[in-house]
């Protein structure tokens, strides 16, 4: 796979979690931090007091296996929001493998 490629590959998995956060946290701002080839963490927030992170590995997102329907399954199957509610305000919800 070529670098624009993979790279456009990438933004696109980058872009279903994003589009799921919107989706599942109505009405919170949702900005995002790459961190190759480690994590990009996703940031959910609607206030100081309300704000929700997911910290997704890298290969979680970079996989040629996880195409963008294939992330959205999982996020769905993982229950990705939900496990991200779950944690104490300040923590984050770790994804991938």
């Known amino acids: 796979m070529s670098k624009e490629t ?7 998995n980058q872009q279903v979690i994003r589009d799921y956060l919107i989706g599942k946290f ?5 900005t995002d931090t790459p961190n190759p080839p480690l ?3 996703f940031i959910v927030t609607r206030s ?5 992170r997911v910290k997704v590995t890298w290969s979680q997102i970079s996989d040629n296996n996880n195409t963008p329907a294939r992330i959205e399954q999982l ?8 496990r991200m509610r779950g ?11």
């Open 48 to 52: 100081a007091e309300e704000r929700y």
């Open 87 to 97: 944690k104490s305000q300040g923590e984050y919800f770790a994804w991938g493998s």
């Open 26 to 30: 109505k009405g919170f701002e949702v």
């Open 39 to 41: 994590s990009h963490m």
């Open 75 to 82: 996020l769905i199957a993982h229950d990705v929001a939900g």
């Open 6 to 12: 993979e790279d456009a590959f990438v933004n696109e």
